[in-house]
């Protein structure tokens, strides 16, 4: 079965502008995470859904980053007015409700700030 | 503050012998313990856990040990294979206000030789 996509791969933006990456969770997956990984680094958590409820935005860095999953599904990571510390690889991840620990990450999203 | 520490970047096996992968966590409210394994231009790739009542568990060549005295977590891989090497990460799970965020290790590369 397909599993979690995400758009585009890389992102290469000037400092000030806006991006938004995709996240496609796997169909079924109720709950639905993004984290932040820099170089040489593991994730770090970013925010949670659970369904098209956020339920915990603890590690969105600023204001500047917002998330949503409107319908429950397909997921959005909004930063704008990006800054060269944003440059880093954001990580979607899918998970059932009965095992929530045990989340699947999509490819990443490459994304260098100029 | 770093919760979880993969003291070891990287670790080189010859193939057939045994790979040992440590974590070092500093949190007791942790309850679920995972290993993944990602390789470049993917995302990471769940291998194997174990949950907070257990210290052992097995799935193939891959065995998960979990000491919660000396707060300490180990992957082995036995015997490893050159399809093996990729970076490996430890995560986990606190539960309660954090319920579904996974703490994750910086990573270590394991390389398996021929």
């Known amino acids: 079965g397909a599993g979690v996509s995400q758009s585009p791969r890389y992102k290469v933006a000037k400092r000030g502008q806006d991006v938004a990456l995709r996240c496609d969770p796997i169909?079924?997956?109720?709950?639905l995470f993004w984290y932040q990984q820099a170089l040489g680094q593991g994730p770090e958590f970013l925010t949670y859904?659970?369904?098209?409820?956020?339920?915990?935005k603890s590690g969105l860095p600023s204001d500047r980053f917002f998330a949503e999953r409107p319908e429950g599904s397909v997921s959005t990571l909004k930063i704008q007015r990006t800054q060269q510390e944003d440059s880093a690889v954001y990580l979607c991840?899918?998970?059932?409700?009965?095992?929530?620990?045990?989340?699947?990450f999509g490819p990443g999203t490459r994304l260098t700030v100029t | 503050d770093q919760q979880v520490k993969q003291n070891s970047p990287s670790l080189s096996v010859q193939e057939g012998r045994i790979s040992i992968l440590n974590c070092d966590y500093t949190?007791?409210?942790?309850?679920?313990f995972l290993w993944y394994k990602k390789y470049p231009a993917e995302g990471p790739t769940f291998l194997i856990s174990?949950?907070?009542?257990?210290d052992k568990n097995e799935d193939g060549r891959f065995t998960v040990f979990l000491n919660k005295s000396a707060k300490h977590l180990s992957l082995h891989i036995v015997p490893s294979q050159p399809g093996d090497s990729a970076v490996y990460f430890c995560a986990l799970h606190a539960g309660g206000t954090s319920y579904g965020k996974l703490t994750f290790g910086q990573g270590t590369i394991l390389t398996v030789h021929p």
């Open positions: 174990i949950s907070s009542i257990k």
């Open positions: 169909s079924g997956h109720v709950s």
């Open positions: 991840a899918s998970s059932l409700a009965s095992s929530i620990y045990e989340q699947y």
């Open positions: 859904f659970q369904n098209e409820a956020q339920l915990d």
């Open positions: 949190n007791s409210m942790f309850d679920y």
